[in-house]
Nanobody
Framework: EVQLVESGGGLVQPGESLRLSCAAS????????MGWLRQVPGNKLEWVSR????????YYKSSVEGRFTISVDKAKNVMYLLMNSLKTEDTAVYYC???????????????RGQGTQVTVSS
């Protein structure tokens, strides 16, 4: 059974950092196209970052580029999102997702975890 479990969210102040983790089971994240989604209540689910099966980042949302870094540890079967210089507008529920190709343009259809809340507030 494919499972994705996110962790690492929390409450931080602007300018601080967090590292989100996505522990996978039932498959290895190093051999799939993966990514991170986020959703603010009332807004659409959106891609934050994607990484391909060669562990190469392929996309960052423009507002996070240069601040966020996506990576995969095949040995641990975990995907990460390192978020530096966090801003209040980064506040959202973050989801780990499998990018099966079809959901690149319709992220609602991506298999994903239960999400982890990130709140950036002073």
């Amino acid at each position: 059974e494919v499972q994705l479990v996110e962790s690492g969210g929390g409450l931080v102040q602007p300018g601080e950092s967090l590292r989100l983790s996505c522990a996978a089971s039932g498959f290895n994240v190093g051999y799939r196209n993966m990514g991170w989604l986020r959703q603010v209540p009332g807004n659409k689910l959106e891609w934050v970052s994607r990484i391909n099966s060669l562990q190469t980042p392929t996309y960052y949302k423009s507002s996070v580029e240069g601040r966020f870094t996506i990576s995969v540890d095949k040995a641990k079967n975990v995907m990460y999102l390192l978020m530096n210089s966090l801003k209040t507008e980064d506040t959202a529920v973050y989801y780990c997702a499998i990018n099966d190709g079809r959901c690149s343009t319709d992220p609602v259809t991506c298999p994903r975890g239960q999400g982890t809340q990130v709140t950036v507030s002073s």
